[in-house]
T-cell receptor, first 112, second 113 residues
């Protein structure tokens, strides 16, 4: 596979189960958070975002939870499918700054 | 849908060559970014631009330069390629008002021999 997947934490999930991918962010001033999905050989793809005035946001089969107290973000994928196999990483941003800080990522492997 | 395209998917160059990586976005975005992605290091920002002819250094600008002559196009230049610049290069763009959400191109995998 692509070298972007090396040295990453890996989560293996049975097809049809729910997946939970976690991210600890670093800056308590961050007020905007994004989850990206990167499939092998492709660029990162926006999945879902959340602002710091929210604790939870839902999309299609995905839910993002934000816990500002412990600076923790999670991405939940319902009924995981083989097409969900990818590297997932979170990103944090402070309003007014163009720069975004990206996490290293977690590799999700879906077992058929 | 936002579309960000990069001129090459794969590129092989020799040490000392000048390398141009081109990125084009079709959504009139103000901001454009160049990153490199390496195993275990994640995405690292090389340069970004918030307007035509404007550029700002990112976290690892050494050995790179950029050019933004038109709003839709942002070029990354390796003046004299070295083997430690072998990497995956990703371009991204974002709207001015919604500038935090960055949309990425497919990436260029560069090998410097």
């Amino acid at each position: 596979g692509e070298s972007v997947g090396l040295h990453l934490p890996t989560l293996s999930v049975q097809e049809g189960d729910n997946s939970i991918i976690n991210c600890a962010y670093s800056n308590s001033a961050s007020d905007y958070f994004i989850w990206y999905k990167q499939e092998s050989g492709k660029g990162p793809q926006f999945i879902i975002d959340i602002r710091s005035n929210m604790d939870k946001r839902q999309g299609q089969r995905v839910t993002v939870l934000l816990n500002k107290t412990v600076k923790h973000l999670s991405l939940q994928i319902a009924a995981t499918q083989p097409g969900d196999s990818a590297v997932y990483f979170c990103a944090e941003n402070i309003r007014g700054y163009q720069k975004v800080t990206f996490g290293i990522g977690t590799k999700l492997q879906v077992i058929p | 849908d936002v579309k960000v395209t990069q001129s090459s998917r794969y590129l092989v160059k020799r040490t000392g060559e000048k390398v141009f990586l081109e990125c084009v976005q079709d959504m009139d975005h103000e901001n454009m970014f160049w990153y490199r992605q390496d195993p275990g290091l994640g995405l690292r920002l090389i340069y970004f631009s918030y307007d035509v002819k404007m550029k700002e250094k990112g976290d690892i600008p050494e050995g790179y330069s950029v050019s933004r002559e038109k709003k839709e196009r942002f070029s990354l230049i390796l003046e004299s390629a070295s083997t430690n610049q072998t990497s995956m290069y990703l371009c991204a763009s974002s709207l001015y008002r919604d500038r935090e959400t960055q949309y990425f191109g497919p990436g260029t995998r560069l090998l410097v021999l």
